[in-house]
């Protein structure tokens, strides 16, 4: 199982930034997939998430109506969009899988938002 991240970046406060990860070795629509967030000394959070049995979605109540999470099956890929960026957004996102209570991470991929 691998999962590559991208798509992050800078950005200002306001701005847009679409993050993907990019899924071998298994079938994202198929498990529960999403998005953690980290800020150095600080522990990591959950961002989203997107259930593989309904997809349905759940967001940290910080980036509800700003960020959406969305997967492309035929590219077995999943993306966080992330819209009117704060600077509270700034941190290293890390998509994952979880395949029977296990999670395999992506590596992080760093998003720094400035005003």
């Known amino acids: 199982v691998q999962l590559q991240a991208s798509g992050g970046g800078s950005a200002q406060t306001g701005g847009s930034l679409r993050l993907s990860c990019a899924a071998s070795g298994l079938r994202l629509d198929q498990y529960s997939i999403g998005w953690f967030r980290q800020v150095s000394g600080k522990e990591r959070e959950g961002v989203s998430c997107?259930?593989?049995?309904?997809?349905?979605?759940h967001y940290l109540e910080s980036v509800k109506g700003r960020f959406t999470i969305s997967r492309d099956n035929a590219k077995n890929t999943l993306y966080l969009e992330m819209n009117s960026l704060n600077r509270e957004d700034t941190a290293i996102y890390y998509c994952y899988a979880m395949i029977n209570r296990y999670n395999y991470w992506g590596q992080g991929t760093l998003v720094t938002v400035s005003s």
């Open positions: 997107m259930s593989g049995s309904d997809d349905g979605t």
